[in-house]
């Protein structure tokens, strides 16, 4: 006896020959795919009383988004996205031999009930990234500030301790100085 889930779309599309469409498609080759997933050999899948975990993750997740390459998920527990966390690269490999039109490059999770669409995460992920600039640019901006207001103090005191000299140190300094550009232009 078979005990694979069937959702209603593919008994209905099955029996009636009715085409949802993309969206069908997409959730169809899903399922496939998800149902081929067999776990490790440590888990006791091969009783007769449990099902493959492929066919319980096909049947407690529904596809519900595809946007630019990412397929969003929804699972009914915390536990299944787990699963598919684990899984992903299997999953991903999947679902590009069975459609490679579809160009799927990433998989996105979510909980049954959760209204996270893949436009408000990327929309919070550009804002978050956009925030995160605007305080190192402050704070670099503060330092620089820092640097400039520091040099600009210590280029004050330099000038007035040189003006602070006695005349005639200053007058030797200048005769040195002098000296030390005549002997170098003299070689």
């Known amino acids: 006896m078979n005990n694979q889930i069937v959702n209603a779309n593919q008994m209905m599309s099955k029996y009636l020959n009715v085409d949802f469409g993309k969206a069908d498609k997409v959730s169809t080759i899903w399922k496939n795919v998800v149902s081929k997933i067999h776990s490790n050999k440590y888990e006791s899948e091969d009783s007769e009383k449990r ?5 319980r993750l096909a049947g407690n997740t529904r596809v519900v988004d595809l946007k630019n390459g990412v397929l ?7 536990g299944w996205i787990q699963y598919l966390r684990f899984y992903e690269k299997f999953i991903l490999r999947g679902l590009k031999m069975e459609s490679p039109e579809l160009k799927i490059t990433a998989l996105a999770f979510r909980m049954t009930g959760s209204s996270a669409k893949l436009s408000d995460s990327y929309d ?12 190192k640019f402050d704070k670099q901006e503060e330092e620089l500030n820092k640097f400039y207001k520091k040099n600009g103090e210590q280029n004050e005191k330099k000038n007035e301790n040189s003006s602070t000299l006695p005349p005639e140190l200053l007058a030797k300094f200048e005769s040195i100085k002098n000296d030390m550009l005549t002997n170098s232009e003299n070689k």
Do not use: F, N
């Not at 099902?51 to 066919?55: A, D, F, K, L, S």
């Not at 919070?124 to 305080?135: A, G, I, P, R, T």
């Open 51 to 55: 099902m493959p975990i492929g066919e």
């Open 72 to 78: 969003l998920v929804e699972a009914d527990h915390p």
């Open 124 to 135: 919070e992920q550009v804002m978050k990234s956009k925030m995160e600039l605007e305080k």
